[in-house]
């Protein structure tokens, strides 16, 4: 995903609609952004005092939580030559939820327990 702005861009076209009463697409084409761009910045300084970007949201959480960390490196331990699918099926049975077999190597590769190709 792209970067945001930066506040100083956003402050300088904020400065530029307010003193020199440009149209938005003056603005646009000025400061080489887009129209649209533009006026998502002058609507967000009208409705919260700012031109700043959002802060990030975080994202979607793991499928496989702390709790279901420890289980699996649980489930590791007792066989360490299990297949992603047969750990699928094991952690299922346990904690009553299948994750699927790339959010199962997501939560293996966090706990450091990659698949060791040679002895």
């Known amino acids: ?15 530029a ?6 149209s938005q697409s003056a603005l646009a084409a000025r400061f080489r952004v ?3 761009t533009v006026y998502n910045w002058l ?7 700012s031109v700043a970007p959002a802060a990030h949201r975080g994202g ?11 289980l699996l490196r649980e489930l590791v331990a007792a066989q360490n030559d299990a297949t ?15 994750p699927s077999r790339s959010a199962l190597w997501r939560a293996l590769a966090r706990l450091g327990l990659g698949r060791k190709k040679r002895a």
């Open 60 to 70: 979607r959480a793991p499928a496989v939580d702390a709790r279901g960390r420890a």
């Open 84 to 98: 992603l699918e047969e750990l699928a099926a094991r952690y299922a049975a346990r904690a009553r939820v299948r």
């Open 17 to 22: 609609a307010r003193e020199e009463h440009l």
């Open 43 to 49: 609507r967000r300084l009208r409705e919260t005092g």
């Open 1 to 15: 995903m792209p970067r945001a702005y930066s506040v100083d861009l956003r402050e300088r076209v904020a400065a």
């Open 34 to 36: 887009s129209e649209q």
